[in-house]
């Protein structure tokens, strides 16, 4: 999806990031950085407060491909080198162990999506707000957002996301897919939603919850818990059979979700792995009325190719009413058009408007990227 709008822009501390134009500065000073730095920088600021791993920047930033720890290292170090930043006493980019990087500025932000009109996705945000109106009212969802690559899937969540946090009484868990080579780790994408769950506000009844309806996953989660609350829990779960984990989660999400709705929203499910589908699976075949909202992400064709367990459930769950699928479409001509007037600040006449369509196809990505 595309907005009508100037770029997006980051700020932190006297820090201003342009990501449309990919520009850095501070103050009127323009501050040079490598394009893969600045994507690196751009990332890291957009989820300010949360450990970003380096497999996440390999996916995120890099595009999947395989890059060394020096490599990664050498972009924060321009990073650093850019923001003046330290180290040892950081600022604004703190190294977390061997795991990855986490940016500190809180006040990141960008420019709030719900200001303007959407282009082109009205019918999507429409059917998403009918949804969570629904699981409300205890009737449990599960949406998938569907669409190729550069379509505007992501950003249709983030506008949804960001329309909800004006609303008091919703909680949102998030978590991203990542590219594996193998099996990957089980469950990834729900690990991380529960965790920056648990670390967010009201995170102590998360734990509460977890503690008691899902110990199998907290003891996945040791930085929600003491040192001595993990060998606990690590003796509780000891023998435990693998398929609990499917059980537990369940109870807890509907737990969770009795107090105040939940929207569980997972990216790019085309990459996930088998054991996240399947739970997936089981949360939605459950009778019982719950508050829940499952919000997913994927790419058909990546799909077809790399998560046949994932089609399949979708078909089966389609074929029952338990999921609905809103496949989303290239923008229209008079879509364009409306995005164009808005970039450009006024009118613009037929034949710009069709040159801009039969350059991008409509695709929201590549309109993103015109100069």
């Known amino acids: 999806m595309t907005r ?39 990332y890291l600021a957009e989820h300010p407060g ?3 791993t ?22 924060v170090r321009d990073i650093r080198r850019a923001l003046g930043d330290d180290a040892n006493a950081p600022q604004y980019l703190e190294t977390v162990g061997r795991q990855g ?12 999506q719900a200001e303007g009109p959407v282009v082109g996705r009205q019918s999507e945000m429409e059917q998403l707000q009918d949804r969570i109106g629904r699981a409300a009212g205890g ?31 919703v909680q949102v868990a998030q978590g991203q897919c ?54 606990r829990l690590q003796r509780q779960v000891q023998g435990a059979a693998q398929a609990r ?8 999400l509907e737990v969770l979700a009795a107090e105040m709705p939940l929207i569980l929203v ?7 792995d088998v054991a996240t589908v399947e739970l997936l699976a089981a949360i939605a075949q459950r009778p019982a009325p719950a508050r829940l909202f499952v919000l997913g992400t994927y790419r058909p064709a990546d799909a077809a190719v790399h998560a046949q367990a994932l089609r399949n459930v979708i078909q089966e769950l389609r074929g029952r009413g338990q999921c609905d699928e809103l496949s989303m479409e290239l923008l229209r001509t008079e879509d364009v058009t409306t995005y164009a007037a808005g970039r450009l600040g006024g009118a613009v006449s037929a034949a710009l408007a069709t040159l801009i369509y039969e350059h991008t196809e409509g695709n929201p990505l590549f309109m993103g990227s015109l100069r």
């Open 101 to 112: 990087y986490r940016f500190l500025q809180g006040s990141a932000t960008l420019p709030s």
């Open 266 to 272: 997972l990216e790019d499910l085309h990459w996930s």
């Open 139 to 169: 009737e449990r969802q599960f949406v998938l957002l569907s669409g190729e690559p550069g379509i505007g899937k992501t950003t249709v969540v983030k506008l949804f996301l960001e329309r909800m946090a004006e609303r008091h009484g």
């Open 178 to 231: 990542l590219v594996h080579f193998g099996d990957g780790e089980a469950y990834h994408p729900l690990l991380e939603a529960l965790g920056r769950l648990g670390q967010g506000t009201g995170g102590a009844d998360v734990i509460s919850v977890l503690q008691r309806y899902a110990p199998m996953w907290l003891v996945q989660l040791p930085a929600l818990v003491s040192g001595t609350e993990l060998e």
């Open 245 to 252: 984990m499917v059980r537990e989660l369940s109870e807890a």
């Open 54 to 75: 380096k497999a996440e920047l390999h996916q995120q930033v890099w595009a999947g491909s395989h890059v060394s720890d020096d490599v990664l290292r050498a972009s």
């Open 50 to 52: 949360r450990l970003i």
């Open 4 to 42: 009508p709008q100037s770029p997006h822009t980051l700020t932190f501390g006297p820090f201003r990031l342009e990501t449309v134009t990919g520009r850095l500065s501070r103050h009127d000073d323009v501050i040079p950085l490598r394009p893969r730095s600045l994507a690196m920088l751009q």
